[in-house]
């Protein structure tokens, strides 16, 4: 690293930025030093990046107070920036709040520098859950990721909810027997709930991704207290991904690895586990990795190769 710090001078701040559903990860080289800082997302915004313009105010005033100088190059990966037309509304957004050069990418674009791989499909499994790989001409190519009511089916909110439905479903086979597995103590106790009817209430009235998600936990510690229920809800989740790998590669995405993180994958190695024996099984020639960085070391990488790309610190250009 200290060769790489030295490149630079020391007015020239190089800023690396991830943004998560909960955490805002900032990574920083300021006067020859790394800088290092996590906030609460909804420190600074409000809703989805795009609900409200001045979220593009605030983050700029977060880079700029965190990094005490003005930044020269600064590369942003976001959740919620999903097509080309996101990221050049977002680019071009914050480059108008913002001295030197300024790139906002997907948060999935981050991880394959992070590993330091050329190309790579990457598999998100946390507050959402989504597969993103690139194509030749690095336009993303994407599967899920349509929001934790609805879709992410491997999120923690979206785990949950299909630990819900089959603990139910399984009742209407078994009857009572099936409240005997550890997930329904767990889910029964979770919501305070009465029995199998008075849980699905529970659930649906506390419908939210922060409820849903918060349970997730439980249902790996049932699989892991020998829940079948919870273990094949695990197995669904793992498959669910695959899929969504194989979809993107059908669709051109580039890569024969895939990175696999987010806060359930990287917490949980069953769900790890089993996407890699799925995509064996699919294909023995991808080559599987949990993320080992965090997605902020990619962030800061893209930074520092546009950097380099730049005769002098201070040019003012837009990155597409």
């Not at 199998?196 to 998600?213: K, N, P, T």
């Not at 197995?235 to 890569?255: E, F, K, N």
């Not at 586990?273 to 893209?302: K, Q, Y």
Request: net charge negative; hydrophobic share 50%.
């Amino acid at each position: 690293m200290p060769d790489t710090l030295d490149r630079y001078p020391s007015e020239a701040a190089i800023v690396g930025v991830d943004v998560g559903g909960t955490k805002t990860h900032l990574r920083a080289i300021v006067d020859g030093d790394i800088v290092d800082r996590v906030v609460p997302s909804d420190l600074w915004r409000a809703g989805a990046i795009f609900d409200d313009v001045q979220n593009f105010d605030r983050l700029a005033q977060l880079v700029t107070d965190t990094v005490g100088t003005s930044p020269a190059v600064t590369v942003v990966g976001a959740h919620g920036i999903d097509s080309t037309r996101q990221r050049h509304q977002a680019t071009a957004l914050l480059d108008e709040r913002m001295p030197g050069v300024v790139a906002v990418v997907n948060d999935a674009v981050l991880l394959a520098p992070a590993m330091r791989l050329e190309a790579a499909v990457c598999v998100i499994a946390g507050t959402g859950s989504a597969v993103v790989g690139f194509d030749v001409d690095g336009e993303p190519v994407t599967a899920d990721g349509y929001g934790w009511l609805i879709a992410d089916d491997a999120s923690a909110p979206g785990i949950s909810r299909r630990a819900a439905v089959a603990l139910l479903r399984a009742v209407d086979r078994q009857g009572a027997a099936a409240m005997t597995d550890p997930l329904a103590a767990r889910f029964l106790t979770a919501f305070d709930a009465l029995d199998h009817v008075d849980l699905a209430l529970r659930f649906q009235a506390d419908a939210s991704e922060a409820s849903w998600g918060g349970f997730a936990p439980e249902v790996f510690a049932a699989a892991a207290a020998g829940s079948t229920i919870a273990h094949e809800v695990v197995a669904a989740s793992a498959l669910h991904l695959a899929d969504a790998v194989r979809a993107v590669r059908g669709r051109g995405a580039r890569g024969t690895d895939v990175i696999a993180a987010g806060g359930v994958i990287t917490a949980q190695p069953l769900l790890a586990d089993l996407l890699r024996a799925e995509l064996r099984e699919r294909d023995g020639a991808l080559r599987f990795h949990v993320l080992d960085e965090p997605p902020v070391a990619g962030a800061l990488a893209l930074a520092l190769a546009h950097a380099d790309t730049l005769d002098a610190p201070s040019p003012r250009k837009v990155l597409s």
